[in-house]
């Protein structure tokens, strides 16, 4: 029997469905969705140390702009940025938010979980069930730190099972470059190979690159097999609330005018992920290249999307991607920090919760606490 606890509605009494039913809602797993302020979301941030001292020292001069962006977002509801949440009667709580990145795909992230396992379990697990009887995504995707062991066994570790049809694991770096490198890095282009900014329809060889470098889930999940290559769709959702969300994207041909790199700067509002990757500019180079080849077509892409970054606030281009970062560490790159970005497709929701399912189940085990409880 699965050990996985929601209440019946009819009796009351936990149950233990097998895979998550698509009549399920957030309250049948004893979470509720958009339910605290952002002011008050973000003091439990701190308190639990999610927010530790030198993230909040990061964040602190825009601190005020991240909280109104999350504040209009939550006027939204579930359309642009839900966080589910899930509260212990002793005090215990946790959390998961997930905003939209394209058109059907989301980022989902900041798993928080204060003096409670099966919180932590409840929102996962929800946030699956929920999202597996609506039918409107296309994909969820997480980013999270190597080093975080629990994140690598919760997210890294559940693509084994799930398969590379329907999932997705990228390990990758991420740089801020200041804007003045980023310019220098323009000076030493090919000629011959110049860098070309795409407008916003369909564009088959862009989809044929992101599938020679990450694979047809990566495709599917940023919406590169779609005509609407700039989020024209998605931003306009978002300025329903007075927000922004597009995408400006530069590539660069080979001598036989296939797409050998591109650049997608992604734009949105500030602070929806804390560390920035809300903004990213993802780096994708085709594995043909050799490493001087893939050097020289990143900082030439690198150069042309700094003009995407104009207005973010905390200055340079944060850019992410696989290719090694060193070179440009050396000439004045910020590191970050190292990133794994795990995909998962929506096909793969009922197996995504079957293995969370389990993981916490492990957990519970562990600490002598009993698995069946209703969450």
């Known amino acids: 029997m699965n050990s996985t606890a929601v209440l019946d509605r009819d009796t009351g009494r936990p149950h233990f469905p097998g895979r998550p039913d698509p009549s399920l809602t957030w309250s049948d ?5 958009n339910a605290q302020p952002p002011a008050e979301l973000f003091a439990r941030y701190e308190r639990s140390r999610f927010l530790y001292p030198a993230k909040r020292a990061r964040l602190a001069p825009y601190r005020s702009l991240i909280l109104e962006n999350w504040q209009r977002a939550r006027r939204a509801g579930e359309l642009l940025h839900w966080v589910v949440s899930y509260e212990e009667p002793d005090g215990g709580w946790a959390s998961l938010s997930s905003w939209r990145s394209t058109h059907a795909g989301w980022q989902t992230q900041h798993l928080v979980s204060s003096g409670t396992l099966l919180g932590g379990r409840a929102v996962m697990l929800a946030a699956q069930a929920v999202r597996t009887g609506e039918w409107r995504d296309v994909a969820q995707q997480n980013w999270f730190s190597p080093t975080n062991r629990f994140a690598s066994l919760a997210f890294g570790g559940m693509t084994d099972g799930i398969g590379p ?12 470059v200041p804007r003045a490198l980023a310019e220098r890095l323009g000076h030493g282009g090919d000629r011959n190979r110049p860098v070309v900014e795409l407008d916003g329809g369909a564009c088959p060889e862009l989809a044929e690159l992101a599938r020679a470098c990450r694979g047809e889930v990566f495709v599917r999940a940023e919406g590169l097999d779609r005509d609407d290559l700039l989020l024209g769709d998605v931003d306009r959702l978002y300025a329903l609330v007075g927000l922004r969300r597009y995408r400006r994207i530069w590539v660069q041909y080979d001598t036989t005018g296939r797409i050998r790199a591109a650049a ?29 080849e893939a050097q020289r077509a990143r900082d030439a892409l690198v150069a042309a999307a700094s003009a995407a970054y104009e207005d973010f606030e905390p200055g340079g281009v944060p850019v992410a991607g696989e290719t090694p970062m060193d070179r440009l560490v050396r000439a004045g790159a ?8 795990v995909l998962w497709l929506a096909e793969a929701y009922p197996d995504v919760y079957r293995h969370i399912d389990r993981l916490y189940a492990s957990r519970l085990r562990g600490r002598g606490q009993p698995p069946r409880r209703n969450p």
Do not use: I, K
């Not at 797993?29 to 969705?33: D, E, M």
């Not at 910020?334 to 970005?341: A, D, I």
């Open 264 to 292: 997608l700067a992604y734009r949105g509002p500030l602070g929806f992920n804390f560390s920035f990757l809300e903004n990213r500019c993802d780096v994708l180079v085709s594995p043909e290249l050799d490493e001087q």
């Open 334 to 341: 910020e590191p970050v920090r190292p990133y794994t970005r």
């Open 29 to 33: 797993f004893g979470c509720r969705v």
């Open 165 to 176: 049809e329907r999932s997705l694991t990228v390990p990758g770096e991420y740089v801020r």
